[in-house]
């Protein structure tokens, strides 16, 4: 077994390695070219479209709006996913901060906690505005991924925010606050990966990222060619790997 394993578990790694490097030097490729021309296009995402906007609108009202990041931490299977929400919360801190109206963040794992009270910090920083940087704003909730949905569900239902927003490492527990939000019709934008998750977030938002969309939010969000270019290298590497699958099964087929 360990001799068959060996070869394979080789060739895998080098694929992999290769495929990684590959990729690195794309994006360093792409960011060096969008310094001399316009950013690449990415498709829109509707998810996010409007998510700017709802910062404007809480400032009108004097309110705030409520962003979810879930249970996932950095430690774990989920953390991809987490620092793909933490995009989405670095797209909004400046905005966000320059309205005078910080959102409330939630988070179900403490590895998150200081890694975004430091994000929002800094927005702060930026604008010079860092003595009424308030840490309390980012709140972890519990560990648990029910008990942190129920507890979250209570931000949405009792601190008068005005838009509830989803992005992060869920399952099917997300419900608790998207029902808390939808009691009180609040625009509600998500984004998810997980299958159970993305069940319970369909029927109740058309605003809904799916998959890979999750991991295109920084891109979109943010608008940063470090983003964008990682975006355009990964469809690139895509490409290049479906064409070598059907250029092998092709000299399989011919070869048989």
């Given at each position: 077994?360990?001799?068959?394993?060996?070869?394979?578990?080789?060739?895998?790694?080098?694929?992999?390695?290769?495929?990684?490097?590959?990729?690195?030097?794309?994006?360093?490729?792409?960011?060096?070219?969008?310094?001399?021309?316009?950013?690449?296009?990415?498709?829109?995402?509707?998810?996010?479209?409007?998510?700017?906007?709802?910062?404007?609108?809480?400032?009108?009202?004097?309110?705030?709006?409520?962003?979810?990041?879930?249970?996932?931490?950095?430690?774990?299977?989920?953390?991809?996913?987490?620092?793909?929400?933490?995009?989405?919360?670095?797209?909004?801190a400046?905005?966000?901060?320059?309205?005078?109206?910080?959102?409330?963040?939630?988070?179900?794992?403490?590895?998150?906690?200081?890694?975004?009270?430091?994000?929002?910090?800094?927005?702060?920083?930026?604008?010079?505005?860092l003595?009424?940087?308030?840490?309390?704003?980012?709140?972890?909730?519990?560990?648990?991924?029910?008990?942190?949905?129920?507890?979250?569900?209570?931000v949405?239902?009792?601190?008068?925010?005005?838009?509830?927003?989803?992005?992060?490492?869920?399952?099917?527990?997300?419900?608790?606050?998207?029902?808390?939000?939808?009691?009180?019709?609040l625009?509600?934008?998500?984004?998810?990966?997980?299958?159970?998750a993305?069940?319970?977030?369909?029927?109740?938002?058309?605003r809904?990222?799916?998959?890979?969309?999750?991991?295109?939010?920084?891109?979109?969000?943010?608008?940063?060619?470090?983003?964008?270019?990682?975006?355009?290298?990964?469809?690139?590497?895509?490409?290049?790997?479906?064409?070598?699958?059907?250029?092998?099964?092709?000299?399989?087929?011919?070869?048989?």
């Amino acid at each position: 077994m360990g001799n068959l394993l060996g070869p394979i578990s080789g060739a895998h790694v080098g694929a992999i390695l290769l495929l990684a490097l590959s990729g690195l030097v794309l994006i360093i490729l792409l960011i060096l070219r969008g310094r001399k021309g316009p950013s690449p296009p990415i498709r829109p995402l509707p998810a996010f479209q409007d998510l700017q906007d709802e910062v404007g609108r809480a400032a009108e009202r004097g309110e705030t709006i409520h962003i979810a990041l879930g249970s996932g931490g950095l430690n774990g299977e989920d953390a991809v996913t987490s620092l793909a929400g933490l995009q989405v919360v670095e797209a909004l801190a400046d905005v966000a901060v320059s309205y005078n109206v910080p959102p409330i963040i939630t988070v179900g794992d403490p590895t998150l906690l200081p890694l975004i009270q430091d994000l929002l910090r800094r927005a702060y920083e930026r604008r010079g505005l860092l003595a009424d940087y308030d840490s309390g704003r980012v709140r972890f909730v519990a560990p648990s991924p029910v008990a942190y949905a129920a507890g979250a569900a209570n931000v949405v239902a009792a601190e008068g925010v005005t838009a509830n927003v989803v992005a992060g490492a869920f399952g099917a527990e997300v419900s608790l606050i998207t029902d808390a939000g939808a009691r009180r019709d609040l625009p509600q934008l998500a984004a998810a990966a997980a299958p159970r998750a993305i069940g319970a977030l369909y029927p109740v938002t058309d605003r809904l990222a799916v998959g890979e969309e999750l991991y295109a939010a920084g891109a979109y969000t943010t608008g940063e060619r470090r983003y964008l270019s990682s975006l355009v290298a990964q469809d690139i590497l895509r490409v290049i790997l479906v064409l070598l699958i059907l250029g092998a099964a092709v000299v399989a087929l011919v070869g048989g």
